[in-house]
């Protein structure tokens, strides 16, 4: 059902309150496809709420591309810079080719090698920053998947502080307290750092993706930077936000912990779960490569479609009680890490890092509560924590 809206869905106050959950779940149950004027999208768009219209605007045969951006502000005329360089705005056998390349990096292989020095990393963690009243969102949620990111990427120890503060600034959102650098400033900080790291790998190459990806005889510099910048974003940004809404999700079920610690085989089922609740990545967008209908909208060539992937994965239609944070749930076919060709490729790691957190955890604490409200984050991209207070019970 199509509806033209007086709202610019673009916007960033609209993401602020628990009010969000109530408009996607009425868009989602009718299946609507709701047009933005323009505004912070210059040729406006259309966006999709359902589980099933997030499926069919992202599946492989549809006729949609990322190769002009993957967000909100782009399309066919106001095209993403990085479009066909980068693998997550990359279409067709160059797209699959990067997948082959930067894939075993990020796999179950990779994340079962990685699980002994996450739990390590988890374990000093907890040590140093989860206290009465820690804030988990500033502290803990960030260091965990920017030391694995650093990990996979051969950042050395002590550069990575850094590199989680610049990520913070270039993708926390238009959040003013990540005001004293504008996104675009830490942005470019980040490429000029992966500049380095790839001219240090060139001058002694390893087995490192930087490495892997400088002896591709198709890839020039260029395409080995901004795909490292890929990996750093989509590892850092969204996981963090999991992490601390996996202390929100934990609040909102006080014996779980205990039950966790008694069958620890129940964590990867939770940490599905937990990715489901929290769905960090907000949208994602796709640029029609024809004349396309959806739900008898005709959307023109060129023109964006947004798939609001958490409104898809509280759908009550397919999720039974979906605002409930529900451990045990199964099936979880959840559209968390995306759907379709361009399905999360750092899937594996995420799930490693939330559940061997979950793991740890229910060895040394036996309840979360919240000290405070939590905080959103101002962002139409990252549905995340500005801040979480939290009072942790340890054993
Ligand atoms: C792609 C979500 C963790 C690297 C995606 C996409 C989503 C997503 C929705 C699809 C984008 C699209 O369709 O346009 C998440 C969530 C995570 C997470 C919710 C954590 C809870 C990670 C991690 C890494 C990573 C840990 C790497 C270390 C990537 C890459 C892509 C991607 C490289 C591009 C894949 C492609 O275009 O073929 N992610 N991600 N992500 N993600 Fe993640």
């Known amino acids: 059902m199509t509806e033209k809206q007086n709202i610019d869905l673009g916007d960033a106050d609209l993401y602020l309150t628990e009010a969000r959950f109530d408009m996607w779940r009425e868009w989602a149950g009718r299946d609507a496809i709701v047009w933005s004027e323009p505004g912070t999208a210059p040729s406006g768009f259309w966006s999709v709420f359902s589980y099933e219209d997030c499926q069919q605007v992202l599946a492989p045969t549809a006729p949609f591309s990322s190769e002009y951006g993957m967000m909100i502000g782009f399309d066919a005329w106001h095209p993403d810079r990085a479009g066909g360089r980068m693998v997550v705005v990359t279409d067709g056998d160059w797209h699959a080719h990067l997948r082959k390349i930067i894939g075993p990096f990020l796999s179950r292989q990779k994340a079962s090698e990685l699980e002994s020095f996450a739990r390590k990393e988890i374990t000093t963690l907890l040590e140093t920053v989860v206290d009465r009243g820690s804030d988990v969102a500033a502290h803990l949620a960030p260091a965990l998947p920017a030391s694995v990111v650093c990990e996979i990427l051969g950042v050395p120890v002590e550069d990575r502080q850094r590199l989680i503060e610049l990520t913070n600034h270039a993708f926390g959102g238009a959040d003013s307290a990540f005001d004293k650098m504008s996104p675009d400033e830490a942005h470019s900080e980040i490429l000029f750092y992966c500049h380095g790291l790839i001219e240090r790998r060139r001058a002694d190459p390893g087995d490192d993706l930087v490495s892997v990806m400088l002896r591709d005889a198709r890839m020039d510099a260029s395409e080995v930077l901004i795909n490292c910048d890929n990996v750093l974003i989509g590892g850092n940004e969204t996981t963090r936000h999991s992490i601390a809404g996996m202390f929100h999700a934990l609040s909102t079920r006080p014996d779980f912990l205990d039950e966790l610690r008694t069958d620890p085989g ?24 024809e004349d396309v209908t959806v739900r008898g909208q005709l959307i023109p060539k060129g023109m964006p479609v947004v798939a609001w992937l958490p409104a898809a994965n509280r759908d009550p239609r397919v999720f039974g009680d979906p605002d409930s944070f529900i451990p045990d749930r199964r099936p979880n076919k959840h559209l968390g890490f995306g759907y379709g060709p361009h399905h999360c490729l750092g899937a594996a790691l995420a799930r490693l890092e939330i559940c061997a957190l979950l793991e740890v955890l229910a060895g040394r604490a036996s309840g979360v509560t919240l000290a405070a409200p939590p905080l959103p984050q101002r962002s139409n991209l990252v549905q995340g924590y500005r801040k979480l207070l939290v009072d942790v019970d340890w054993r």
């Open 266 to 289: 129940r964590a990867h089922i939770a940490a599905e779960e937990v990715i489901r609740w929290t769905s960090p990545a907000m949208h994602v967008l796709r640029t029609a490569t």
